[in-house]
T-cell receptor, first 113, second 114 residues
């Protein structure tokens, strides 16, 4: 991956448990975003956290950002079978006129009913 | 709310053929991006357009070209297709100008090269 590693690469939990996924990146960032992808389908934007923010919540999602360690974590609380998907973090890199997203390698989450 | 539209959703081509993928961004979004996601891989940036002008290029092969039209829709043209071009191709759009750069992705086009 251009970005770095996501940890773990795969995670299997029981419905109702919490799931934590970690992401490390290499460069300085403007924002960090988390996306979800069901098998072979589109990328769904979950949450964006700015470089000057440390924590953000959205429903059952909690994202933290540690710019000193160049890392972020995504916590899904009270998981459901429908949360089964791959989760990617992405940082934006400034180019000449726009920002490109640099994705991590993703975490495959399986929530067992 | 309107989302990014991509067509076709699935495309099967033979080696050395040509393919054209289309993307319709969210209305009023001024930037369009193309990404390629190979099997089991993370998405890789290909190219972007800002206000109908090509703005940046990533790891896009010379066999590929793209453009954005006056109605803001974009097309990715792929020639001399190779087996390794089989992938999911995503288009994303965003509204540039603020500190945020939320890119909204379309459902993708799955290209299979036989």
């Amino acid at each position: 991956s251009q970005q770095g590693e996501e940890d773990p690469q795969a995670l299997s939990i029981q419905e109702g448990e919490n799931a934590t996924m970690n992401c490390s990146y290499k460069t300085s960032i403007n924002n960090l975003q988390w996306y979800r992808q069901n098998s072979g389908r589109g990328l769904v934007h979950l949450i964006l956290i700015r470089s000057n923010e440390r924590e953000k919540h959205s429903g059952r999602l909690r994202v933290t950002l540690d710019t000193s360690k160049k890392s972020s974590s995504l916590l899904i609380t009270a998981s459901r079978a429908a949360d089964t998907a791959s989760y990617f973090c992405a940082t934006d890199m400034r180019m000449d006129s726009s920002y490109k997203l640099i994705f991590g390698s993703g975490t495959r989450l399986l929530v067992r009913p | 709310a309107a989302g990014v539209i991509q067509s076709p959703r699935h495309l099967i081509k033979e080696k050395r053929e040509t393919a054209t993928l289309k993307c319709y961004p969210i209305p009023r979004h001024d930037t369009v991006y193309w990404y390629q996601q190979g099997p089991g891989q993370d998405p890789q940036f290909l190219i972007s357009f800002y206000e109908k002008m090509q703005s940046d290029k990533g790891s896009i092969p010379d066999r590929f070209s793209a453009q954005q039209f006056s109605d803001y829709h974009s097309e990715l043209n792929m020639s001399s297709l190779e087996l390794g071009d089989s992938a999911l191709y995503f288009c994303a759009s965003s509204l540039t100008g603020g500190a945020r750069n939320e890119q909204f992705f379309g459902p993708g086009t799955r290209l299979t090269v036989l």
